[in-house]
């Protein structure tokens, strides 16, 4: 499983780019393809998305929006290609706030999600998504459960949470986490 591709842009087209990294040209679906300019480099965060008929790569410009489209695509009846769009028009931190507002009409905005898949994104992800001004993060649910049975407030664990890089073990996490709630 790839988590990120650097290189450059070989080729833009409506639905997805080229990018060259070591003479290989990966064709990468993203949301909005002339976000990119051909000929410069760039880092493509990437979900490979493998199924017995086919082998597709997804990409993102940041962290954040992968792992905000890998929790969207975890709801029953929306898949990637449903998903995607969602970034096209929508930012991480508009589409975070329509789910927590419980905004039906924002979400049926984007094309293939009707009544239906809206209600189950919202009954699937809210309070589980946080937006900190521009810098989301997606809620670590396993340190929230660990903080939670020590005895501290879901309101207390979202303002930390942030905080703690998602690179470190759920032991080094929670030891961070202790040292951030005890300030």
Wanted: glycine share 6%; aromatic share 10%; charged share 35%.
């Amino acid at each position: 499983m790839f988590e990120y591709i650097k290189g450059k842009i070989d080729e833009i087209t409506p639905g997805f780019i080229v990018l060259d990294n070591n003479d290989i040209g990966y064709k990468i679906y993203v949301s909005n393809p002339y976000s990119f300019k051909e000929k410069e480099e760039y880092k493509i965060y990437i979900y490979q998305h493998i199924r017995e008929d086919e082998n597709t790569l997804y990409g993102f410009k940041t962290k954040d929006e992968k792992d905000l489209f890998l929790k969207l695509i975890n709801v029953k009846g929306l898949g990637p290609k449903m998903a995607l769009p969602l970034f096209s028009n929508g930012s991480l931190d508009g589409i975070i706030d329509a789910i927590e507002r419980e905004n039906i009409l924002y979400l049926k905005k984007f094309p293939k999600i009707g009544d239906k898949v809206a209600r189950q994104i919202i009954l699937d992800l809210k309070g589980k998504l946080v937006s900190k001004e521009n810098n989301v993060a997606i809620k670590d649910d396993e340190l929230s459960e660990a903080l939670q049975a020590l005895g501290y407030k879901q309101g207390d664990i979202n303002k930390i949470i942030p905080k703690i890089s998602s690179e470190l073990s759920i032991e080094d996490k929670i030891k961070e986490a202790l040292k951030l709630l005890l300030k």
